[in-house]
Every structure is written in C-alpha cells, then in structure tokens.
C-alpha cells in the first residue's frame, strides 16, 4: 500500500480530485439541472453517445456544470467496476498541464481504491532505477489497460480552448484512442474550438444558464453578502431592482453576475446600491484585461492577428461579415490586388481572440462576445489602440484601390 501510494505521488503532479471540489464547492446547488435532463446527455451518459460537447461563451459556467456532472456520475456509478475521470484545463497551468501529465492524471483518477497493475509497478521500477519519466506512450498503455478492467468510464475535460492550440490535437488523439464500446467522453469549450475531424459523430450540447439557474445563482449571492441583505432588509423593494437588473445585463453568463453581485456587496448605502446599478459594466475590466494578457502572450503571429481583428471587430463603424472580416485581415501593405491565399479560416481568427469575439449565426456577423466588451474596448482605444481608425481607414483605402 506504501508503494502503491508513492507510485500515484510520482506519476503526476497534477490533483485533479482537489480541483474537482475546489469547483464543486462553487455550484448552487439545484441549478444545471436542464443539463442532466438533456436528452442529448441522457444519451451520451446511458452510453449512446461516445463524445458530448458542452459548448458556450466565456463566464456561461461551463466549468462548474462539469463539476456538477462529474460529482453526479461519481454518485450514480460508485460500484468498483465503474470509473470517472476529470481533467480540468487552465490557461496559467501549461507548463505542468503537458499530455503526458494529464493523461497520467486520468490514470491516477481510475487507480484510486484498485490494485494496481504488475505493468505499473514494473514501469515505476524501471523508471526509478534509472532517474526519467515515462513517455506519452507508456502512460497511455497502462491507461488502456485500466480503462478494459472497467465496465464503464467517463471522461470530463473541461475548458479544452484553453489548451495550447499546438498542442490540443495530440490531447485530443491521444482522448480518441481511449475511447471504446464502455468509453464516454465529455468536452466543455467556447464554440469556436473546432475537433469534428477527430469526432466526426460527437453530439453538441449549447451552454448558457437558464434564468431560472441565473436567478438561483443571484439569490444565493445576495444572501452571502452582508451589507446587501442588510440594505435589502432596510429597503425591500431593492431585491427586486437588483435582480432585475443583473438579470437584464447578464445574457446567460454565470461571470458577469458573480462580477455585478461582487461590485454590489461592497457598496455602504442603499443609494449607492442603486448608482452602482446604472453602470455595471465598468465592473468587468478585469476579466478583459485577463484576456488581453492572454492575447499579448501568444507568439509574435497570433498576437498580431488578434490585435488587428480586434481593431476591426470594435471600432469598425458598423458589424462586419465573415467574408468581410476574412478580406480586410488578408489586405496586405503596398498590395495591388486582393491575394485569395491571404485569407484566414475563421476558426483560426475566433482562436487566437480569447474569447472576445464570436460569429453570430442569427446576424451572420462577427461581434464582440457582449456589449460591456465594447465599453471595454472603448475605454482603452486611446492607450491600447490609439491608431485604430487611422489603420482601418488605410486598409479601406488600399482595398478601394484594387
């Protein structure tokens, strides 16, 4: 038992069961429960369905509903012979998040409370000795053989667009050789992650909060913040106005309620409660400038191509199409003529803008992800793109020119 326990310490850093009720202890109980009734999930979680995708917007609660789903399947399939796994990706922890670290996470998951294989002993000997790591391949071999001693496995790897682009697709392979007739997996991104070669039969679920779920969620809030329950109690009609209020701003998003909730709890006076109201969101600065931070830290290319869509998409006077989007990032400085091998997929445009921007199928347009990013971007135009309408203008010009 000594050893057993030093293998699952030396096989990865990572500790997903911590993570795992980390997140847990931030659901409100009763909400997400739309999710478990889906009958896209009733399928995928009787076996029907290998690959879910839970898709959704940045702050939709992707993260905490694969908690949820996670904590129910643990609860549902508790028998020895049943195993569930979870991985849950961040953006700030890629230098310890490599595959082989997170595939041997996975294994270690499914190895808790079993004997363990004479191949894991003998690769912890083997390694041991000789001071090295095992490979991408070792580790997959001794998952294999743990996953076809299971009479059924789940797998739940959350926010996998936060995943280096480079390498996701090996993640991903590497995920699709795991999977087999007792073999379920479930994948939370935005929508603009695109894996439908690897999964060409996965089935997709869209993420975004119900109402219901949204004013659970606020009620809860409130009842945790002091000061607000306080000015509620001195003036009850303000619970309402609150609710309201975050209700009509929030679209959906789990983040931005947490932000508003978390702005309002720190006002002294129920006035100050209401103008603090008018403008929410000047609150949401801080998660833009995370995904500002993401974007400069991408190489040289991408942070490139993201500022100039960026450029375009928030201070072009009017939304731009695809297609339009695609020709004004191809325009190409001195150039006499539009060069078709210039143009960029939009995949790869949605993927290097962190999240700030999506393709509105309704309006078949390409906007900011929310209209507070527009106040986001305005407000820092003159210090962060101080040359935006002259580099706009410019481009216009050149593509008149042609």
């Known amino acids: 038992e000594a050893e057993k326990q030093q293998i699952l310490d030396w096989i990865t850093p990572l500790n997903f069961f911590q993570r795992q009720a980390d997140i847990l202890a931030a659901w409100q109980p009763g909400t997400g429960q739309w999710l478990l009734s889906h009958a896209q999930f009733k399928c995928w979680e009787s076996q029907g369905q290998q690959v879910l995708w839970c898709k959704g917007m940045s702050?939709?609660?992707?993260?905490?509903?694969?908690?949820?789903?996670?904590?129910?399947?643990?609860?549902?399939?508790?028998?020895?012979?049943?195993?569930?796994?979870?991985?849950?990706?961040?953006?700030?922890?890629?230098?310890?998040?490599?595959?082989?670290?997170?595939?041997?996470?996975?294994?270690?998951?499914?190895?808790?409370?079993?004997?363990l294989d004479p191949s894991v002993h003998a690769l912890y000997k083997h390694h041991k000795e000789r001071d090295t790591r095992p490979s991408v391949q070792e580790i997959a071999n001794i998952l294999q053989i743990l996953i076809a001693q299971r009479s059924r496995v789940y797998l739940v790897v959350d926010a996998l667009d936060e995943y280096p682009e480079q390498q996701r697709w090996a993640l991903l392979k590497q995920l699709s050789m795991l999977l087999g007739p007792t073999t379920r997996l479930m994948i939370t991104s935005r929508p603009h992650v695109e894996f439908h070669n690897i999964f060409p039969n996965l089935s997709a679920v869209g993420i975004q909060a119900t109402d219901e779920d949204?004013?659970?969620?606020?009620?809860?809030?409130?009842?945790?913040?002091?000061?607000?329950?306080?000015?509620?109690?001195?003036?009850?009609?303000?619970?309402?106005?609150?609710?309201?209020?975050?209700?009509?701003?929030?679209?959906?998003?789990?983040?931005?309620?947490?932000?508003?909730?978390g702005s309002l709890s720190t006002k002294n006076t129920v006035k100050a409660v209401r103008q603090a109201l008018q403008s929410l969101p000047q609150d949401l600065d801080q998660t833009y400038d995370e995904a500002m931070e993401r974007i400069?830290?991408?190489?040289?290319?991408?942070?490139?191509?993201?500022?100039?869509t960026l450029?375009?998409?928030?201070?072009?006077?009017?939304?731009?199409?695809?297609?339009?989007?695609?020709?004004?990032?191809?325009?190409?400085?001195?150039?006499?003529?539009?060069?078709?091998?210039?143009?960029?997929?939009?995949?790869?445009?949605?993927?290097?803008?962190?999240?700030l921007i999506i393709v509105d199928e309704e309006m078949s347009v390409?906007?900011?992800?929310?209209?507070?990013?527009?106040?986001?971007f305005d407000k820092i135009q003159s210090i962060k793109f101080p040359d935006a309408h002259q580099m706009i203008a410019t481009h216009c010009l050149a593509f008149l020119s042609f």
């Not at 129910?72 to 082989?100: M, P, R």
């Not at 400069?296 to 100039?308: C, G, H, I, T, V």
């Not at 375009?312 to 731009?320: F, G, I, N, Q, S």
């Not at 390409?366 to 209209?371: C, E, N, P």
């Open 59 to 115: 702050g939709a609660g992707k993260t905490v509903l694969s908690a949820m789903v996670v904590n129910y399947l643990q609860a549902k399939f508790q028998s020895a012979d049943s195993g569930v796994a979870c991985i849950y990706i961040n953006h700030k922890e890629t230098a310890t998040q490599t595959l082989v670290n997170l595939l041997a996470s996975v294994w270690k998951q499914l190895a808790v409370g079993r004997p």
């Open 296 to 308: 400069l830290s991408q190489s040289s290319d991408d942070k490139q191509l993201a500022l100039q």
């Open 214 to 261: 949204i004013l659970t969620y606020i009620e809860k809030q409130i009842e945790l913040a002091p000061r607000l329950s306080t000015h509620i109690h001195r003036q009850p009609n303000l619970d309402d106005e609150i609710k309201s209020c975050i209700m009509s701003k929030v679209h959906g998003m789990f983040l931005l309620a947490k932000l508003h909730i």
């Open 311 to 355: 450029t375009w998409v928030a201070y072009a006077k009017r939304p731009l199409s695809v297609a339009e989007l695609r020709e004004a990032l191809a325009i190409e400085p001195d150039a006499t003529s539009l060069d078709t091998d210039n143009l960029l997929d939009i995949s790869i445009v949605l993927a290097v803008c962190a999240g």
């Open 366 to 376: 390409v906007r900011l992800i929310h209209f507070t990013t527009q106040h986001y």
